[in-house]
């Protein structure tokens, strides 16, 4: 039984030692073992050559993996807090998402950047951002977020072995929080694939990361679907409309800002594809459109299971 943290380092010291190519940088990454401890032992296996200590410059951070990708190796960068992430959007945009269409083809950018992501943990401004929408927007960037120790491990190894630029989001409030039984030998999770959790007939519940938990929770009283993305981009289309033609119903959770958040693209997606099998509108449930309040009032933005349940009923009696 290990949790997030554990499954995450497991996964890279895998896929280290599969792969000489692959190297590991950030900040604190190294003797520290990074702030969450994630890639903690991993200098004392590999080396300082394998896994580098970076100084606090995420535009450089980013930049730099670019270019070792560009000669041959494999870094997983990882940027201590998502809100920090927003710096290197230009490289990561500009960059490492437009390598493989700049060349027709002919080149591809396999790098990862790993970061924590998301509210949970009572930290201060920027240490609990959910934009994960606005890097989904890049075209050639895959953006991957697990849910569970399981998950983690196998995506973050699927990321790792992936030909294109991988962003990988790490949900904070997860990273101790539950343990589950995860294979010590090394295995993958396809990326673009979608996982469904539990079977019903009345609705289908969408979520991803950290929302999942709190959807497997409010879904127990109901008949529904749920589907845990994972992957959002490319995310999993055919799972989400191949379920809600089946139930006719669908409410997706996100903790990101209402607001042009990926639940209106899955929402829209529904919309016109599947519009005819629908019994009630497509519902949402997400945080409020305001950054996210300080810790005292951090449990009232978050969706809780209360919303959750609310937002199933409100479909079921439609």
Known sequence: MVNMVEALNMALAGEMARDSN???????????????RVSAGLYGMFGPERVMDMPLAESGIVGMAIGMSAFGLVPVAEIQFMGFLYPAFDQLISNASRIRARSRGRYGCPMVVRTPYGGGIKAIELHSESAEAAFCHIPGLKVVVPSSPYTAKGLLAAAIRDPDPVLFLEPTRLYRLIKEEVPEEPFTIPLGKARLLKEGRDATLISWGS????TLKAAGAYDV????????SPYDEDAVLASVKKT????IIQEAPRNCGFASEVAACIAEKAILSLRAPVTRVAGYDVVLPFPKLEDFYIPNQRRITDAIEEVLKY
């Open 22 to 36: 692959v190297v590991i940088m950030g900040e604190d990454v190294g003797v520290d073992g990074g702030v969450f």
């Open 211 to 214: 929302m999942l938990q709190k």
């Open 225 to 232: 679907d749920v589907i845990d993305l994972m992957t959002l």
């Open 248 to 251: 006719g119903r669908a409410v």
